[in-house]
Nanobody, 124 residues
Framework: QVQLVESGGGLVQAGGSLRLSCAAS????????MGWFRQAPGKEREFVGG????????IYADSVKGRFTISRDNAKNAVYLQMNSLKPEDTAVYYC?????????????????WGQGTQVTVSS
């Protein structure tokens, strides 16, 4: 069982930056692939990016590639999402999620545990 708690969301102007954190409980954090997803009002939850268990590989959605960076610290049971050059279309609730998969998957059913989400609002 893994419990996930996101933090770091807020209101930022377009072009600004935010860093989201996701704190995980449990002693097996390092055995999970971690992903970040987001959901805007009226839209489906979409994959933002993911990181392998040992942090040696990350993948990103095309919409955030080059602007967002995922990292993790297994010693601290935490995963991070650094968001730069934010755009109004990045406005959404952001979720971290844990998957028992070996590889980074991009679909929501592949993830076993979810946080409650944190709101990110980017003003124009």
């Amino acid at each position: 069982q893994v419990q996930l708690v996101e933090s770091g969301g807020g209101l930022v102007q377009a072009g600004g930056s935010l860093r989201l954190s996701c704190a995980a409980s449990g002693r097996t954090f390092g055995s999970y692939v971690m992903g970040w997803f987001r959901q805007a009002p009226g839209k489906e939850r979409e994959f933002v990016g993911g990181i392998k268990r040992n942090g040696d590989r990350t993948i990103y959605a095309d919409s955030v590639k080059g602007r967002f960076t995922i990292s993790r610290d297994n010693a601290k049971n935490a995963v991070y999402l650094q968001m730069n050059s934010l755009k109004p279309e990045d406005t959404a609730v952001y979720y971290c999620a844990a998957s028992g998969s070996i590889i980074v998957r991009t679909t929501t059913p592949a993830y076993d545990y979810w946080g409650q989400g944190t709101q990110v609002t980017v003003s124009s």
